[in-house]
């Protein structure tokens, strides 16, 4: 009978599953059940792998690695994505325990001609046993030195699979084994790095991990109106920032609009994951990294230190007292991706010793290793392992103290001068629980895609750029020389609003966005789920610079923006060695300078450190991408960098007064001419050129990166306008930022969520 089935099913007229269910409902009855028994379970394992053969296998595309992001809780046996796709494995028994017999039934569930299904090669993983080191549900950060050193493995064994169909495969089987936010940065460092996919652009953290940007309850709404609404065209949840994580009786809470940005928490997830401290060499060794390490941190604060301004707050102190309570608590809202909830910290709370595994820090050692950069930098020499003397020197100085003070692998003496910088993220980021008695984890300090929200971040970097400072401040000032590009002259500086068209007039404003992050709301409805972000916005804007060149040739130049704020928080002026730390570099470019009078033009949205608005919300603005150029090429950029909506300061209602300075410095002195590879576009001067040397010559953060030069009196600067006189090529203006206050209501808000 068996073998007359067969036949039937092969000449493809009758489906072999069908006779099987008549035997087995014949078979069924009692007195028959014992002797069937055993005919009952070929005929059952018979008729599941008919489905294997009546289902088309797929071969993946590229693009299928990116569907991995989808969902990432769910395993890879549930659909994904609009096409449904399921990623298979031969011998998937050993990938799915808990699944091992419900995956058998996908199709039953979702429908035979519905799935997609991948079929990914069989690929032994021999050493996935020592990535389950660290559970599924344990909080996974890159400051930990354990858990870096595991990510930055399991990136080696990403990195050198063969081809990308391996890399896929190995990828498949460690999904769903490993720590989810272990295997996503080592997952996507290796997609950012290998040859054969950095031309893939990842998705949007808040995406496929919307927990670590959105708080727990608007995403519980969001769970809610997938079910419910289940069309991609459902209206947004509002998100309001301002109300999300504390009240106004709270002080530091004015700048949580910046602190819980988006974008700006994006931003410096994806700077970590391009800059990994710990890895395979073609993956760490990057050059100027740990020079990068100190600036980008750097402009953070100084961004930071402007919006206190802004709102009427004194610039943030640093945290170097380590034995006095915090003066600031912070209540994060947020749940970790496996679900439990983040701790907060009290105020009044103390830094105490860390002693639970893998987490160990003691303060007495945090002290001593400070201690020691400090020594360095004041003798002009770290010691290496081998105990021998590395020079600080002008060059290479700030390169050897980032790597030092991070700490990254790259550290020349790990075991004498520690690992500072990421020890402080832990040790603060534990505070709330430093010997584990409550089982709480780590806090968002512990997390760079969290830390930025948190008041203390900016304290803990202000305490790390200040030892930046001090390696700095003992370094020579620029001399003439150095700033001077002959026989250029700025003869004009304005800045000209698109919209508004007054010169020298930034406005800021409220904008609301939506972001759809149903990928990553696992075990829930397949419906979208829109969250709608209200952030800080400014009109587009453009600069002109006039130029005067004096010389019978053209000759090109780096033109360099920066913005300080001009008064303080008192409203007394700053001088220059104060506006000197609180620049914020704006842009970068070369320019083409014809001799005799030129004019050259600039949009706000080309900017060097900024990726473009709708790499933040995909969904974007039509009107900016008619505009733009950069609008258009949205796509090509990677994902590092400053976000555009956050280019500009707050400023205030009456408007804040700052100079904007420019500077056109000598390019032949400035530039390397570095060969622009074809794969996506980070913002530069924050992230870097993929696979390119930095593309400046001069230090991070020149001219202001040294203690300031005598003027033309022979005495030290003391106020910018000093400084601009010491060389034709350099000049400011004074500008204003007028923010307008237009908050979207509660109203709106119910009408919007409902
Ligand atoms: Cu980016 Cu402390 O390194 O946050």
Not at 275 to 300: A, C, T, W
Not at 376 to 388: K, P, R
Request: a negative charge.
């Amino acid at each position: 009978m068996v073998l007359l089935l067969l036949g039937n099913q092969a000449s493809g007229k009758i489906r072999i599953g069908d006779h099987i269910l008549k035997l087995q409902q014949y078979i069924y009855q009692p007195k028959r059940m014992t002797c069937a028994y055993g005919l009952f379970s070929w005929f059952e394992k018979l008729r599941r792998s008919e489905k294997y053969h009546y289902t088309k296998m797929e071969k993946p595309t590229k693009e299928n690695m990116l569907d991995l992001f989808i969902r990432p809780g769910e395993p890879c046996c549930m659909p994904k994505g609009n096409e449904n796709i399921l990623f298979k494995i031969s011998d998937e028994k050993t990938m799915y325990d808990r699944y091992r017999h419900e995956i058998e039934l996908d199709e039953e569930r979702f429908g035979a001609d519905k799935v997609k299904k991948i079929e990914v090669r069989r690929l032994s993983m021999e050493n996935i046993d020592k990535f389950m080191e660290l559970s599924r549900d344990e909080a996974f950060s890159v400051f930990v030195p354990k858990h870096a050193k595991l990510a930055g493995e399991l990136t080696r064994v990403f990195m050198e699979a063969e081809c990308w169909e391996d890399f896929l495969a190995l990828a498949v089987r460690c999904r769903d084994k490993l720590n989810p936010v272990m295997f996503y940065y080592a997952y996507s460092v290796a997609l950012l790095h290998r040859p054969d996919t950095k031309d893939l652009s990842l998705p949007s953290p808040c995406e496929y991990f919307p927990n670590k940007f959105v708080s727990a309850r608007t995403l519980a709404m969001a769970k809610e109106v997938a079910y419910v609404m289940s069309t991609t065209d459902s209206k947004p949840i509002p998100l309001r920032e301002q109300k999300q994580t504390a009240s106004d009786i709270e002080p530091e809470h004015s700048l949580a609009y910046f602190r819980e940005d988006l974008g700006i928490n994006m931003h410096h997830w994806h700077w970590h994951l391009v800059y990994p401290g710990d890895g395979i060499s073609e993956i760490v060794v990057k050059n100027r990294r740990g020079e990068l390490f100190y600036y980008m941190h750097q402009q953070i604060i100084a961004r930071y230190d402007f919006e206190r301004f802004s709102n009427n707050l004194p610039r943030v102190k640093p945290f170097d007292n380590w034995r006095k309570p915090f003066d600031e608590e912070y209540f994060p809202k947020l749940d970790s991706v496996t679900g439990s909830k983040i701790s907060g910290r009290q105020n009044g709370a103390v830094l105490s010793n860390v002693n639970r595994e893998p987490y160990l820090i003691s303060i007495d050692q945090l002290q001593r290793w400070r201690d020691r950069i400090l020594d360095a930098i004041h003798l002009g020499f770290v010691w290496d392992e081998a105990g021998q003397k590395v020079e600080l020197t002008e060059d290479e100085g700030i390169e050897i103290l980032g790597n030092l003070i991070e700490a990254s692998e790259l550290s020349k003496n790990s075991a004498y001068y520690g690992n500072l910088h990421n020890s402080g993220h832990v040790a603060i980021g534990l505070c709330h629980d430093p010997d584990n008695r409550h089982l709480e984890s780590i806090g968002v300090m512990g997390d760079n895609a969290m830390a930025m929200r948190d008041p203390i971040f900016y304290r803990w970097h202000t305490f790390v750029n200040d030892i930046f400072r001090q390696y700095k401040d003992r370094l020579d000032s620029y001399t003439v020389e150095e700033l001077d590009h002959k026989g250029v002259k700025v003869t004009g500086l304005n800045v000209i609003s698109k919209n508004y068209r007054e010169n020298n007039v930034f406005r800021t404003f409220w904008e609301e966005s939506n972001i759809d992050v149903s990928n990553g709301l696992d075990f829930a409805a397949r419906g979208a789920a829109r969250i709608r972000f209200t952030h800080l916005n400014h009109e587009l804007f453009e600069y002109k610079i006039d130029i005067e060149n004096s010389s019978p040739t053209e000759t090109k130049g780096t033109v360099r923006i920066f913005m300080a704020p001009k008064y303080n928080d008192r409203k007394l002026p700053l001088n220059f060695a104060e506006q000197q730390g609180l620049m914020i570099e704006l842009d970068k470019f070369s320019v083409v300078i014809p001799p005799g009078s030129s004019s050259h033009k600039r949009l706000s949205t080309e900017s060097s450190v900024t990726i473009p608005f709708e790499r933040t919300f995909p969904e974007g603005r039509k009107d900016l991408e008619e505009m733009t150029e950069a609008g258009k090429s949205v796509f090509n950029y990677c994902g590092c960098g400053w976000p555009q909506h956050m280019l500009i300061p707050k400023g205030n209602e009456l408007g804040l007064s700052a100079d904007l300075f420019v500077m056109v410095s000598n390019y032949d002195v400035d530039m390397y001419d570095v060969p622009v590879k074809k794969c996506c576009k980070d913002a530069v001067s924050y992230c870097g050129l993929k696979d390119s040397i930095y593309p400046d010559r001069r230090k991070m953060g020149y001219p202001f990166d040294r203690p300031p030069p005598k003027g033309t009196d022979g005495t030290v600067v003391k106020t910018l306008d000093n400084f601009c006189q010491l060389t034709e090529n350099m000049a400011f203006t004074e500008v204003k930022i007028i923010f307008k206050n237009d908050t979207p209501t509660d109203d709106d808000d119910s009408e919007a969520a409902r």
